[in-house]
């Protein structure tokens, strides 16, 4: 395989002067001869089914016009990606949020009852009643002060 | 006066003349990208103007439709002027915008899963056999074309780019490894053997390569 890389090399004018002396020597070979002989053929054949396509002058305004649009055309840059990611996340913690309120508010109230109520105030009454939302309410009234 | 002078400034010691011709291509590519990347759009229109049908041929050969190479060539170009504060300029503005067509390529065949590519048979991609041929020789000239193009096809797409670049664009081993973005070295590797998968290919399908022509082997 080494050999045939440097005929390859030779053939495709990647070597020095001093280089193709000895690849001379070496298409002595019929063997050498027939593998370069290849190569021209193979290149020879390639340029001519695979021709070079290419862009008219009359149609390089056309091309140019397509290249400007796409130049001028604002980029979607990654900032734009990253601020629509913080906004979704900013808005489902608010939603989440909102829904586990909810969900709490409309748990059934832990009806709670007074077991007991004291007071050290002398003269003073204490009362207490439990409402609708199981809210107990003490309070304490020092009928002693009232004026009448 | 002064680009004059910048000019001969480059050519240093004795130099062959496609080197001083190569010398003052990019040191007038060199003053386009500069002008570019301020905004002069007319600049960057000039380089398009220059490398146009280099980009739009190695297009070509990789997806075989004149439209599909056409945006692809669009594409390059724009992908270029948005990177053009990041071309360094150690390699050549033909090198580089070279490379963005070639990895813009492989990302389009991705795509697309190509694997093989059919022949689009457009006036300016048609395998003309010359029309001083004979019938049979035309024919069997079209036919080892058509040959030529499918095994190009099943090549993997490093060894099509590097057959491609050297075979029919010309580009040079160092030209090559700046747009593959390899070694020399792979660029060699990479060449022999798109070379001898070919030979081989084409030899299956009966065709002989020797002498300076490849011609169909009589079966019969």
Redesign the interface.
Known sequence: ?KW??RL??YR???LGDVDAREIEAMLEDPAHQ?YD???????????????????ADEQ?PA??A???E??ERP?RGYRGFWALASLSTAALIVALSVFSVIMLKSQDAVHSTVEAAATEIEGAEIDTYVDDDGTAVVWVSDTGSDTW | MSVALESVLLYEGSVTEPDRENRVIEADDAELVSRARTGD?AAY?AL??QY??DV??LA??FVRN?EE??DL???V??KA??ALKRFRGDASFKTWVLRITANQCKDFLKKRRLKTVSFDGSP??A??PSADLDPRDRAE?HE???A??RA?DTLPVKHRTA??L????GL??QEMAGVMNCSVGTV?SR??HA?RK??NL?EKSGFA??????SKENTS
């Open positions: 395989m045939q890389q390859e090399q495709d004018g990647e027939a002989a290849s190569l021209n053929a193979l290149g020879a054949a390639a340029r001519a089914s695979m021709p070079r396509a290419g862009i390089l091309f140019m397509g290249i400007r796409g130049v980029q | 759009f229109e398009v103007r146009r049908n739009f041929a070509y050969h004149r190479a056409w060539s669009q594409e170009f724009i002027h948005r300016q991609a395998n003309r000239a080892l074309g058509q030529i193009q190009v057959f491609v050297r075979e029919i664009e040079s081993y060699m060449l022999h070379r070919l030979r084409l390569l020797e002498g300076t022509s490849a």
